[in-house]
């Protein structure tokens, strides 16, 4: 275990950050103790010691990925109710449209999508911390459903335009992008059910097979 | 190399179907030509004489896995053009909602997150297969962006409710979903610009709550 030398972070910090580093590399499957503890340049005991098991240290790397996602959040609780979905929709952008909140993100995307220990981890923290809370901003009685229907189109847009990359969506102008988006989030959360004009219409119609 | 009994599916048959279940357990990363061979009971070089290199294994058992999204692209031409939001999300539900042609999908989905080979992959076949075809149909100048932000609010919902599983999303009858979704992929389609018609209203509107 090397020295610390003053000024430098105590250990918790420095295992965090190189968990957060090991983590976003590999991934929740390949990640390893071993391997934290030799980034943060401590005996793998003392890992264990401050964070407990491998997934107690990966909760703790991704609340700490998460927290843009709670400022906004928090920002979110703070407009008019009818700006939410564009808060929401502005701080997507904003978050994924820059490498160094989007790749700790990224890598907990990663880790979901492969295992299903982080998926449960990432659902508890994205339940507990932001879908929860936002909808509770909202008095309609499907709150919940609205706040992850609004989710699952920024989810998408960020997965297409980040991730997949299929243009012109990566390369169109994020502010073109908030001006269609955020209206339909917004409609989500508080638009009359089915409640966009001329919808009811279209999908009550019989003409079809 | 095991001898073909007859009836028996033809090497091309068996190394494509051990492909996907290969690449299907352990992402495109890891697959290897070695297990896929094994799997189809033939040697590497096979592997390699009918589907070239690791990539290209990879992009013929992605573009097997993708053949229902293509049946439900030709349905979505065949349709009047205010039911194409209805028959992409319909789509979305049957066949994430179903284990044996989710899986093949999630597992293309983990490894083009995973690999920035296998997102080049998936985004050509995405782009050539489903975006450019479904833009056809549409007459407007920006026609892809509007079929990619339809999309992503179907990729986003299928992530959420049976990747990373939030509820109440993820046990929500399918019907009442389309109902909610179906009118906001339309609009994504074929609606004015940001023509969520008393969209704007909402947005600016302070009757509600």
Redesign the interface.
Known sequence: MAARVAGEPAAPERILSSARTEFAAR?YDKASIRAIARGAEVDPALVHHYFGTKEQVFEKAVETAFSPAVAARDQALAV???QV??TMTRFIFRVWGNAVTREPL?AI??S???NETA?AI??RL??RQL?SVLAGR??APDA??RV??A???????A??RY???????AS?DAEV?I??????V???L???D???????R??T?T??D
């Open positions: 991934g008019d109710l009818d979905g564009e990224l995307v990663r979901a999508v492969n998926a990432f659902r994205v339940t879908l909202l008095t919940e459903l992850e229907l989710v699952a189109q920024l989810v998408g847009t997965m297409l991730v997949i990359k299929v243009e012109p969506l169109t992008l001006a269609r988006l955020a209206p339909v917004q409609h989500h508080t638009g009359a089915l409640g966009i004009a001329g919808a009811g279209e999908l119609g003409d079809r």
